[in-house]
């Protein structure tokens, strides 16, 4: 996330802590979408932001067994070369960019018509 300043055309680039507040903050606080609901179903996912974050995207672990053409059955990580907004990551997406995508991605059609493993199964 960059502030700009006064017309001259710089711009302050926000610190990673403060960038995780405040993406924390928003998701305490209900702003935005983070649900991830599928087929009737509720996902669990992981999102983890190394030191790089957000210069690099988070990997994205999903808990819950799902099928998607992102997900890497074995490892349950979301492929970024299979999930444009990992992909092409800049600066300014945040994780919940990331969540809104793959709930996007979930209502595709060539995800919806997969076949989904047993509700409540885990890896």
Not at 6 to 30: A, C, D, H, Q, Y
Not at 70 to 78: D, L
Not at 114 to 123: D, K, M, S
Request: hydrophobic content about 30%; some cysteine.
């Amino acid at each position: 996330m960059t502030l700009g300043s006064s017309g001259i055309g710089s711009s302050v680039i926000v610190p990673r802590n403060f960038r995780l507040l405040e993406e924390l903050e928003r998701g305490e606080k209900g702003i935005g979408d983070g649900t991830t609901v599928h087929e009737g179903r509720i996902y669990q996912l992981k999102l983890f932001c190394d030191k790089d974050y957000p210069e690099k995207p988070p990997s994205v672990r999903f808990h819950s067994r799902i099928n998607m053409t992102c997900v890497n059955h074995e490892t349950r990580v979301v492929d970024p070369k299979k999930f444009g907004l990992l992909s092409n990551w800049q600066r300014d997406y945040t994780m919940e960019n990331i969540l809104v995508q793959l709930k996007k991605e979930m209502e595709a059609p060539h995800n919806r018509k997969l076949v989904q493993p047993p509700e409540g199964t885990f890896f």
